[in-house]
């Protein structure tokens, strides 16, 4: 079975730049997350969605930051304009149902 | 908002030693999740625990939710040099899929 994956893998932009991930999740997985994880912290939820639908976007800033699951599939998540505070990675993330969830190898995003 | 107390934050260890790490909150989890994080890749799940005072095993790791729901433990037994890396647990509040993460215990093995 195919894992959740993400690309691109790096990306190096310069501040108030735009940015875009993309992320396709374990087939049939309805559930999708976005997280951010900043260097030596655990992961941080952005954004869930239940299929196309948004569960939960509290934590996601969205002065800057948008998602979007338009076909209830693929995914992905975009930074406009990009802040120096935003250098991180971006783990994609996907679960069957209210269970364990599965991460991607993540986006590692320098901005300068 | 939610947290996890995770600990240790760093363990250095010689090659064959047996590993503790736990995480404890002040809010009930009704699913506990152990992570393991190598450079450079996403979060590995390890083990899954649904159930109050589940024990669960998988190869040399152990894992147990505790009673008061509030609590998880991860053993590693005679550690190996692929063990190293970052533990992160995770906790599920009930009725939420929402994770929240420990900050992670990074091990380190001295071969």
């Known amino acids: 079975e195919a894992g959740v994956a993400q690309s691109p893998r790096y990306k190096i932009i310069e501040k108030r730049q735009s940015v875009a991930f993309w992320c396709n999740p374990i087939s049939g997985h309805a559930t999708l997350y976005w997280y951010q994880q900043i260097l030596g912290q655990g992961p941080k939820l952005l954004i869930q969605?239940?299929?196309?639908?948004?569960?939960?976007d509290s934590q996601l800033p969205k002065d800057r930051f948008s998602a979007e699951r338009l076909k209830g599939v693929d995914s992905t998540l975009k930074i406009q304009p990009a802040k120096l505070e935003d250098s991180a990675v971006y783990l994609c993330a996907s679960s069957l149902d209210m269970g364990a969830q599965y991460f991607g190898p993540g986006t590692r995003l320098l901005v300068l | 908002g939610q947290q996890l107390n995770q600990s240790p934050q760093s363990m250095f260890i010689q090659e064959g030693e047996d590993v503790s790490m736990n995480c404890t909150s002040s809010?009930?989890?009704?699913?506990w999740l152990w992570y393991k994080q190598d450079p450079g890749e996403g979060p590995v799940l390890l083990i899954a625990l649904y159930k109050a005072g589940e024990l669960t095993s998988n190869g040399r790791l152990t894992a147990q939710f505790g009673i008061t729901r509030k609590d998880s433990f991860l053993n590693i037994s005679a550690s190996i040099p692929s063990d190293v890396g970052i533990y992160f647990c995770a906790g599920q509040l009930l009725g939420a899929q929402k994770l929240v993460f420990g900050q992670g215990t990074r091990l380190t093995i001295n071969p």
């Open positions: 969605f239940q299929n196309n639908g948004v569960v939960d």
């Open positions: 809010s009930i989890f009704n699913t």
